[in-house]
């Protein structure tokens, strides 16, 4: 397939760190004895995780986080390669999209690459017989780590499960600058509007929340964040940010962006405070963190303006526009190519090696069923990584500083 013809091709040339673990494990295929799902917004740069999967020897069985974000030119690229199966199409029903996740989890995977804790959540729900039988998995989102926390603590997770979403490689970059990027570039498209001079309310101020609201200000919008931690709302307010309730903010905001990972965000207590004209977009998790529901019961009628854009005409004349339909903007709607390559690229060699570290025996060890922090030696191979990739060099210790970092009584003067 030429680069003209396969829609992968512009991908790989912005995934530089998975294209060398698929050149370092192509040979020995540490994975050519397992069976590995993944659930992830099923595009392009989930597309080359795929391939790299695969070329390190695993049977990789791939479906959909979510039924909206799919490419359809990525399902039939994907389907033709041998040692890999998928169980999602693009534009599929969401009673469709749960049974072929359910379908895929009947082919005994023996391990787990989630997103939002989809398959994991399925795996012990619906085939607890399957889950005894799972070597481990990782989870790639904080919605998702929310859930696995909320398993462990009613003691049912039958398989170890790196969170992979709490790592530096993870959180410091696709989740800030990933979602900050992705998410205001779609808002823009969709709408073709202008941030600067605005008022945005970014809803949680997470590593997702920090980046949108830290990009929106640059771009000269006016910020404010509103939070239900307040340790996150102390941080925004050190950062500069404008901190309000939702109820207070409101009534000011020319967008409102979610990312809280939580439900009913924007609910109809706040609907009689929205502006003429409020933006309304959800960067945090599936299509809950707006009410859609609340808006529908306000409306008086409904019109498209824009492709992309809902228009909730309420009964006083006011007009409310909800983008992708309250799914999440930089992914689900009808301009959306998600995260930009080069940070997936971080994110989905970490997720690759969460599975070849667990399945290989990288760790030297075998874990109890539990959430574990995925290893910092792994965070920083891939660290390292994307620095060759870069052609960027870094100091290395010398045997005296690591000797000082060890001693914890200091017992050579530093003077």
Known sequence: MSDETDPLAWTRDYTPILRSLAEEYGDDEPLSDYTVALASHLEQKTGVLVETLNEAGADVLVTGSEPHSTKAEVVD????????????????????WEAGQHDLLE???????????????????????????VVGGGE???????RLEAMEADDVLEFPVYGVNDTPMKHFFDNVHGTGESSLSNVMITTNTMLSGKTVVV????YCGRGIARKARGMGAQTIVTEVDPRKALEAHMDGHRIETM???????DYVITSTGNRDVVREEHLDELQDGVILANAGHFDVEIAIADLEDAAERV?????????YHLDDGRRINLLAEGRL????????????????????????????DMLAGGSGEELAPGLYAIPDRLDR???????????????????????????????????
Not at 77 to 89: A, H, K, N, S, Y
Not at 140 to 146: H, L, M, R, V
Not at 203 to 206: F, V
Not at 384 to 400: G, I
């Open 203 to 206: 809803s949680g101020y997470g």
């Open 140 to 146: 790639q989102t904080t919605a998702g780590i929310t």
């Open 247 to 253: 109820e207070a903010a409101a009534s000011e905001a």
């Open 329 to 356: 903007v930089n992914l689900t709607g009808p301009h959306s190519n998600g995260h930009p390559a080069e940070v997936m690229d971080t994110t989905f060699a970490m997720m690759f090696e969460a599975a070849r």
């Open 107 to 133: 082919r005994e995977p023996d391990f787990i690459l989630d997103d939002g804790c989809e398959l994991i959540a399925k795996v012990h729900a619906d085939h607890p017989e399957i889950a005894r039988h």
């Open 381 to 415: 191979e891939v660290a390292y990584r994307k620095l060759d990739t870069l052609d960027v060099a870094v100091d290395d210790l010398t045997e005296r500083q690591r000797e000082y970092y060890e001693d914890w009584e200091h017992s050579d003067s530093a003077f």
């Open 77 to 96: 690229t994907l389907r033709d390669q041998p040692g890999i199966e998928t169980f999602v199409e693009a534009g599929m029903s969401e009673e469709a």
């Open 303 to 311: 019109t498209e303006p824009r492709d992309g854009v809902t228009r």
